[in-house]
Structure formats: structure tokens, C-alpha cells
DNA sequence: GCGTGTCTGATTGTCTACAATCGGGTGGTC
DNA sequence: GACCACCCGATTGTAGACAATCAGACACGC
């Protein structure tokens, strides 16, 4: 997903220690990935046997990663009847955009105080591609696109634990919506709604910046909650049938 | 710690689903623990063969808690060398000041919006703990009920996602100390210098409960990187000995 | 004395097998 | 028809075994 853990080989002469992606590292990013996307439906439970045999890798990785995503709060486990994915319906999707406002909010002050020219450049070229992607109208990739617009924000804090945080968050709020609905939709005015973020950001108007999140979030919670309240457009897009596939883990990288 | 996951009896007529913890779920609490206190000190390697045993347990468990812990940030897994505590120097340190001022000031707005008389009472008990730990004069104790303190106004908010963050943020507070210093040593007048948190809460004062957190949080910062700067009373202790030894866990309560 | 190669013991990472648990289906009794 | 007991297959939870890796000690060569 967003966080990239590629292995930093230092610029001559010095170096750095290289460090490879575990086993159970791979798998818990899968695993992410297939609950953000929606191919592990909300609510549906986790066949180990089945699911570890996909990813070509023992019930034992399987089971380590898959508590890392339970004490992330996306994965409940039920002793004795195994794992399910999470759902958040209404009221904790209630405390959810809480909690969403909380860490954005708190993040835009913080990049307006201290972001390089480099983190703002970030936001503005995740924006970009948010721009890109509603010329697509693929509702996913605009999906994707905003939350990353929203993602670069709380990167530019230079806070690693909001962006631990965010980085949950955003899964968190797509779990949301997959409860709320079987049917994917995003409005097709985000690059304009999200403008302000960026410009803001620029200008390095903390208070204008913090009053779009709130807006755009709020705004947000009502259309999750309440679809029919907000007369926006949206771009449409069924959720990928069931039958959760998971793809076979490639096999780590060689040497160090 | 704080958290009681005590199964609920339903009370007559109706009963409510009994959950009892697993084997992971017991084990996660004693590492968190150990890390808590200062028994598994900071940057120690985690010996899996030797603590499985102490616990009485076998490795697959063990590996599987272990796994929630380095989600959680309280513990590194480096592939090929295993698992060990993580350390938190001086700019870490700062990050992590930063997260928790913004999780305790938030909560204490939602706090002074929402909480209920019981929750309101909770953190005046809380507070009252803390006046007994003082009379005390055992530096642990004194610590353990001022974060309590901390932690009950957090739940006071009524936000599952900010009490999570929470939770995790008072061991990473510990192990930040335990980092910068062999001994632990808490001020003697906390109870007085936390006293307004309670009253500005029951005032329902937000604002000034909101600068208590900042100048309670923004000193004690102070005081982990630069103690000399901090012209304090401190009840000191130090830390406990080497060697640490995780008791055998309870056997499951049986029955369902 | 320093650097490199080899060996060994300890530990980690993964796999497999077995015991325990759960849920659904079936048959018997009232 | 409703309830209970039993059985069985699927799945989970855990233990133990084996392969792979790491770190330290030692020997050798320069």
C-alpha cells in the first residue's frame, strides 16, 4: 500500500544495513491489501487451511501475520471459531471519522508549521493524480487517489505515529464503507472539493486548511451514514464478486 | 491493565455471548506487561525458546502474541535475528509527546462534551489513587496511577479509537523513560500539578482543561530529555534487576 | 597484530501432525 | 413438531521436528 519498506542502500561510501521483508511481513500486506480492496468481504471469516495455501506459505506465517492485523483492529479473532474481517457499522463508523478528524486535523497543523518544499510537492502531486483518476471515472482509482491526497497530508506532519495511525485509518474507512453498502461510490467532484486542501497547505493557512478536512470529512460521514442526504454525483462501481483469492507470495529476495 | 476484558454475565433474564481470552490474548497481556514494567528492559532481544517456557507455552503462541506486540510498536522483529524490545532515544522521544498531546487534547474535548457522571467520577478516583501513591512515596506506584490518570480521562471521551492509541501510548511513555535513564523517578507534587486536569473536567472548562494537558505533558517532556533542566522533587527508584522471568500463565478457565 | 575463513552452538522460521473445538446433519423420543 | 443426543467433517490451536540463519570462537595466513 502506501508505506514503502524498500530497503535503503546507502550512497557511497557508507552504507547503511539492509533489511529484507519477512515472511509474515508479506503476508500481513496481503492480507491488508485484500481487506482495503474489498476481496476479503467485511464480516467474512478467514480460512487459514485455505487462505495459506493460496499464498503458498505454512499455517504458522499465516497465523502471525494475521494477529498483527488483529491487534490493528482489522481482523477479529474469535477463540475457537478462528478470524473474520471486521465491520464498522454506523455507530463506530460514527467514532471512526472521529477519530479520522482527530489525526488529519491534528497532522495539517503540524505540516503547516513544518513541511519541506518536498512533502508539500507530495501533496500536490497526489492531488494530480486524484485529478487524473476522475478522468478515468473508474471509481476505485478515484477512491484510492483521495485517500492518498489525504494519506500525503498526514505524511507532510512528520509524525510517525499519525501516520501509523492514517495508515489504518484509511482501511478502516473503507471497511466502513463496504458495511454500509454493497455498492462503491465516490463523488465525482473530489479533485475540486480537495482543492482547497492543497492550496491551503501551500499557503500555509493552518486554520483554512484545518476547516477543509473538517468540512470534506464531515461532509464525508454524511454521505456514509446518510447517502441519500447529499445530492451529489458519484461514480458507481459493484464490489469484485466473492470468493476471496489470494495470490501466491513471491519468493523473498536472495541474499542481502 | 487497564483495560478489564472480563467476560459480561448477562444479567437475568437475558445472557449475553461468553468470551473467554485465548492463549495469544494472555500472552500479549504479560509481554505488554513486562514491557510496562520495566522487566523486559528496553532493546532486549526476546528469547522465544526460553520465555515460551516460562509461560508454558510453545512457541507457536508465543510467536503469534509476539506478532500483535510488534504492531503495536513495542516490539522490532528482525528477520533471521528475532524479536526485542524497542528503544525510544530523545527524537523518537519528541515524536512521541507530539501523538500523545494530540490524542489527550482531543479526548479532553470530547471528554468535557460527553462524559458522564461515572466517567467524570472515575477520573476524580483516579486522581484520588494518585494522592494515596504519593503518601506512599514508591516511584512506581506514583507512576502507574499518574498515567492512570491520564488513561481514565482519555476513556472519559467515549472514543474506542483514541483509548486504543492511548493504551499503547503509556507503555511507549515508559519505555521512552527506561531509555533515557537506568532510573525511574516520577516528581513528588503530580497529584497537585494534575489536580486541574479533574477540575477543569468537572467545570466542563475545555479550553483550560486542554492548557492543563499541554503544560502537564510539555514539562514532563522536558523532564525525560533534559532532567537537570527540571528543578522538581522526585521520589526515585531504580530499576529492576536483570533476568527477567515471565511466570507460567494461568490455565484457561474451563467451560464456556 | 590484523584480516579472513571455517566451524559450532544457539536461535529463528517454517512445516507437519495431532488433539480439541465447533457447527451442521441425522435419528430417536416425547 | 420440538427437543435432545450423537456423530462426523471441517477447522482451529498447539506441540514438536527439522531446515535455515546468525553470532561468536578459533585457526590460519600475511
Excluded at 8 to 33: F, Y
Excluded at 226 to 250: H, K, M, N, Q
Amino acid at each position: 500500500m502506501h508505506p514503502s519498506s524498500r530497503a535503503r542502500v546507502g550512497s557511497a561510501p557508507s552504507l547503511s544495513p539492509v533489511t529484507r521483508p519477512s515472511t509474515v511481513d508479506l503476508i500481513a500486506v496481503e492480507l491488508r491489501n485484500a481487506i482495503y480492496s474489498g476481496a476479503l468481504p467485511v464480516g467474512s471469516p478467514i480460512r487459514e487451511v485455505e487462505m495459506s495455501g493460496q499464498l503458498g506459505v505454512s499455517r504458522g506465517p499465516f497465523r502471525e501475520a494475521a494477529q498483527r492485523l488483529v491487534q490493528e483492529g482489522l481482523l477479529l479473532s474469535t477463540p475457537g471459531r478462528g478470524l473474520s474481517v471486521v465491520s464498522i457499522g454506523p455507530d463506530r463508523a460514527r467514532a471512526l471519522y472521529e477519530a479520522r478528524t482527530v489525526v488529519e486535523t491534528s497532522a495539517a497543523r503540524l505540516a503547516v508549521e513544518r513541511a519541506n518544499a518536498a512533502q508539500v510537492a507530495q501533496v500536490r502531486s497526489a492531488h494530480d493524480a486524484l485529478v487524473a483518476a476522475e478522468r478515468s471515472e473508474d471509481a476505485r482509482r478515484v477512491g484510492d487517489a483521495d485517500l492518498n491526497v489525504h494519506w500525503t497530508l498526514v505524511a507532510a506532519s512528520g509524525s510517525p505515529w499519525l501516520l501509523r495511525w492514517m495508515t489504518t485509518l484509511i482501511v478502516e474507512v473503507r471497511v466502513a464503507t463496504f458495511t454500509a453498502s454493497e455498492e462503491y461510490a465516490v463523488r465525482t467532484d473530489g479533485a475540486h472539493s480537495h482543492l482547497p486542501l492543497v492550496e491551503r497547505l501551500e499557503a500555509r493557512d493552518a486554520d483554512g486548511l484545518v476547516a477543509a478536512v473538517r468540512e470534506i470529512l464531515d461532509e464525508a460521514l454524511v454521505r456514509l451514514l446518510r447517502p441519500e442526504a447529499v445530492e451529489v454525483e458519484t461514480f458507481d462501481e459493484p464490489r469484485p464478486g466473492p470468493g476471496a483469492r489470494l495470490e501466491p507470495i513471491s519468493p523473498t529476495i536472495p541474499g542481502r
